[in-house]
Every structure is written in structure tokens, then in C-alpha cells.
């Protein structure tokens, strides 16, 4: 073993350590939304004397303690500030956090499990906002998200078409010619599809694409690599080995932001609404409703046929225009009388980032 390899672990395990205390900062934030005052006195002392008992030859107590000292005291900062929260699905560097990040970085992402622990985030009040994949041009509409909109009462309050450019990361000691397998996402792997083959690479799915970089970073599979974002070969010490690595230039994700309650639309220019026919497979039905934006001049900019219960489906439309402009709210007032339910989404803007 070299210095230079000894540095390299270092490197590594400093990363985690960052990884780790950002995870930390959120989890103390959250933590805010049920506390009556940001001091607690008892908790302190019983995290101390934990640190107290755990702490080693090497690092030794008074170091931990210390340290401990200043980490709650960065807590109970950032517990004093206005500081609002916006949960995604993966982890961090994942590219729905690279879109939160786009449609308003002063917010702090926080990274779930699951799509569901985003709305169960933001309908129980932990989240300010939630940020959620609802299609891609590559590989379609993401059915889970959108059955989730369906049946969880959340409001759209933004949106943002991100282009996705994927990027084949290593860790820094492997040499890419020994690389075998690729871990990522199911979709970004298909997104990558022909470079996959080209170069004899297995694909091997992946909860998320970041999660697969962390799990890189993390366990160190042998002649391993995986496709993720720029940002997570930043976060989670990883060496770019090829950038832009999707079969298709056109590779778009659009992503909703929802939120427990509607916010002031004045300036939104974009509109979402959900609704139901009685006869949904008669003929002419869904017509007969579309045909009433067309009447008023409105343009459609995604119509979405998603399945409810057996047998019946919910329809997803995306309008241009406010739902303050005159012609929208006659529309509206219109799709009522002519569905069996409607529900308003929300009114909101859309920003497009590469």
C-alpha cells in the first residue's frame, strides 16, 4: 500500500464523514417541526454521554465531546432559521434533487426512500414541499407518482423539465478497462441502452441512480461502475470516466412540485386538473370535455389517461394559461357539468433547465 493509495482512502472516507453530517443537519431540521423549543437540555446530556462511552484510543473523549459540542450547537442554528424543506426520492444527487435545486436553491433537499415517504412527508407537515418525476421522453410516464397525485390530496405548485445528462463514474483506484457491470436506475439504464452494448457491459438495476453511486462509494464492488449525475461523482468521490452517455439527446424528465395547500397562483401560466367520466369507454366522451378548451382557445400541453379502480380511468390535463384569465374559468366551470368529478391540481409556473 502506497501513500498515494492511503491518501485515497482518506479522500473517501472524508466524503462519507461530509455525506453523512448533511444527513445529520436535515434530520435535525426535521426534527424542529415537533419540538416546542429548539433547547433541550436532556437530550444533550444523554447524546454526550454516549459519545463519552463510544469513543476510542484514537480519537479519545475530550476530542469527542468537543466535537459533539459543535455539532449540536450547528443544530440548534440551523434549528433557529427559516429554513424550508423540499423532500425527492433517492439520494442526495439524485437528478430530482438537481431539479429542486433548480427551481429554487435556497431550500434544503431532503432525500426518502420512497416516492410515498414525498407525499407522506409533505401532507404530515415535515416537508414544505415535495419534488416528484411524473414522465420522461425516453421512457415514459412514471405510474407510480402519478397514482400517488391521484389519490393523495396534495397541490402542484411548480414544475421544471430538466435535461438529463448521464455520466459513467468509477471509484478513483479502478481501472476502467476492468469494468463489467453498471448499476443505475431501471429507466437510466434503458436510457443508455446502446452504450451499454457497444462496450459489453452489464446492466445491473438499481433503487436510483445516485443510491447506486453511494452504494459504489459504500461497498466497492469489484469491476464495478455505475451511471448517475455529474453531481453525485462530486458528492460521493467517484472519477468521471465518460459524460453524456444516453442513447438520446432529447432526454427530458418533468418534475411537479406539490405542496399540502395551494400557494398564490397570479403568476402562474400553467394549469393541472384531474377528472372522471361515468361512461369513460363511450365514444366521443373524452372528446366532448377537450372539445371545451378548444372552444375557449386554451392549449393543451399534456393529456394522460391513468388507471383507478378496475376498469375505470382518471384523466390528467395540463392547460396554458391561469386559472384567473376569464376563458380558463369558463372552461373549468364547463368540465364540471360535463365530468362525474374534477379536481383542480393547481395553477403554477414552469421553468425548462438544462
Given at each position: 500500500?502506497?501513500?498515494?493509495?492511503?491518501?485515497?482512502?482518506?479522500?473517501?472516507?472524508?466524503?462519507?464523514?461530509?455525506?453523512?453530517?448533511?444527513?445529520?443537519?436535515?434530520?435535525?431540521?426535521?426534527?424542529?417541526?415537533?419540538?416546542?423549543?429548539?433547547?433541550?437540555?436532556?437530550?444533550?446530556e444523554?447524546?454526550?454521554?454516549?459519545?463519552?462511552?463510544?469513543?476510542?484510543?484514537?480519537l479519545?473523549?475530550?476530542?469527542?465531546?468537543?466535537?459533539?459540542?459543535?455539532?449540536?450547537?450547528?443544530?440548534?442554528?440551523?434549528?433557529?432559521?427559516?429554513?424550508?424543506?423540499?423532500?425527492?426520492?433517492?439520494?442526495?444527487?439524485?437528478?430530482?434533487?438537481i431539479?429542486?435545486?433548480?427551481?429554487?436553491?435556497?431550500?434544503?433537499?431532503?432525500?426518502?426512500?420512497?416516492?410515498?415517504e414525498?407525499?407522506?412527508?409533505?401532507?404530515?407537515?415535515?416537508?414544505?414541499?415535495?419534488?416528484?418525476?411524473?414522465?420522461?421522453?425516453?421512457?415514459?410516464?412514471?405510474?407510480?407518482?402519478?397514482d400517488?397525485l391521484?389519490?393523495?390530496?396534495?397541490?402542484?405548485?411548480?414544475?421544471?423539465?430538466?435535461?438529463?445528462?448521464?455520466?459513467?463514474?468509477?471509484?478513483?483506484?479502478?481501472?476502467?478497462?476492468?469494468?463489467?457491470?453498471?448499476?443505475?436506475?431501471?429507466?437510466?439504464?434503458?436510457?443508455?441502452?446502446?452504450?451499454?452494448?457497444?462496450?459489453?457491459?452489464?446492466?445491473?438495476?438499481?433503487?436510483?441512480?445516485?443510491?447506486?453511486?453511494?452504494?459504489?462509494m459504500?461497498e466497492?464492488?469489484?469491476?464495478?461502475?455505475?451511471i448517475?449525475?455529474?453531481?453525485?461523482a462530486?458528492?460521493?468521490?467517484?472519477?468521471?470516466?465518460?459524460?453524456?452517455v444516453?442513447?438520446?439527446?432529447?432526454?427530458?424528465?418533468?418534475?411537479?412540485?406539490?405542496?399540502?395547500?395551494?400557494?398564490?397562483?397570479?403568476?402562474?401560466?400553467?394549469?393541472?386538473?384531474?377528472?372522471?367520466?361515468?361512461?369513460?369507454?363511450?365514444?366521443?366522451?373524452?372528446?366532448?370535455?377537450?372539445?371545451?378548451?378548444?372552444?375557449?382557445?386554451?392549449?393543451?400541453?399534456?393529456?394522460?389517461?391513468?388507471?383507478?379502480?378496475?376498469?375505470?380511468?382518471?384523466?390528467?390535463?395540463?392547460?396554458?394559461?391561469?386559472?384567473?384569465?376569464?376563458?380558463?374559468?369558463?372552461?373549468?366551470?364547463?368540465?364540471?357539468?360535463?365530468?362525474?368529478?374534477?379536481?383542480?391540481?393547481?395553477?403554477?409556473?414552469?421553468?425548462s433547465?438544462q
Open positions: 500500500m502506497s501513500l498515494e493509495n492511503i491518501r485515497k482512502k482518506i479522500d473517501l472516507k472524508d466524503a462519507q464523514i461530509l455525506a453523512l453530517l448533511h444527513e445529520r443537519m436535515e434530520l435535525a431540521l426535521m426534527a424542529r417541526k415537533f419540538k416546542t423549543s429548539v433547547e433541550d437540555r436532556v437530550r444533550e444523554e447524546l454526550l454521554k454516549k459519545i463519552q462511552l463510544h469513543a476510542g484510543v484514537l479519545g473523549t475530550e476530542f469527542c465531546e468537543a466535537l459533539y459540542r459543535q455539532i449540536i450547537a450547528e443544530s440548534k442554528r440551523l434549528q433557529q432559521g427559516e429554513y424550508r424543506i423540499i423532500g425527492f426520492q433517492g439520494e442526495h444527487g439524485a437528478y430530482a434533487e431539479a429542486a435545486n433548480r427551481w429554487n436553491g435556497e431550500f434544503v433537499t431532503s432525500a426518502c426512500p420512497t416516492w410515498g414525498v407525499f407522506e412527508g409533505v401532507m404530515s407537515g415535515i416537508y414544505d414541499y415535495g419534488i416528484v418525476p411524473i414522465e420522461n421522453t425516453l421512457g415514459g410516464v412514471v405510474e407510480q407518482t402519478n400517488l391521484i389519490h393523495s390530496d396534495v397541490s402542484i405548485v411548480g414544475a421544471v423539465e430538466l435535461t438529463i445528462h448521464q455520466c459513467l463514474l468509477t471509484l478513483p483506484e479502478t481501472d476502467h478497462r476492468e469494468i463489467r457491470v453498471v448499476y443505475s436506475h431501471q429507466q437510466a439504464l434503458a436510457q443508455c441502452r446502446n452504450f451499454l452494448a457497444r462496450n459489453r457491459l452489464e446492466g445491473i438495476p438499481w433503487y436510483n441512480t445516485a443510491g447506486a453511486a453511494k452504494m459504489l459504500m466497492k464492488p469489484k469491476a464495478a461502475a455505475v448517475a449525475s455529474r453531481m453525485t462530486e458528492l460521493y468521490n467517484l472519477e468521471i470516466i465518460k459524460e453524456n444516453e442513447d438520446n439527446e432529447a432526454n427530458r424528465t418533468r418534475f411537479v412540485v406539490i405542496a399540502k395547500e395551494p400557494e398564490n397562483d397570479n403568476g402562474g401560466d400553467k394549469c393541472s386538473i384531474l377528472f372522471s367520466t361515468a361512461n369513460t369507454h363511450k365514444a366521443g366522451v373524452l372528446f366532448k370535455v377537450l372539445e371545451l378548451f378548444a372552444n375557449e382557445n386554451i392549449s393543451l400541453t399534456r393529456i394522460e389517461s391513468i388507471p383507478d379502480t378496475p376498469g375505470n380511468y382518471v384523466f390528467q390535463v395540463d392547460l396554458l394559461g391561469s386559472r384567473n384569465d376569464e376563458n380558463v374559468k369558463r372552461a373549468l366551470a364547463q368540465v364540471v357539468e360535463r365530468t362525474s368529478s374534477m379536481r383542480f391540481m393547481g395553477c403554477y409556473k414552469e421553468i433547465v
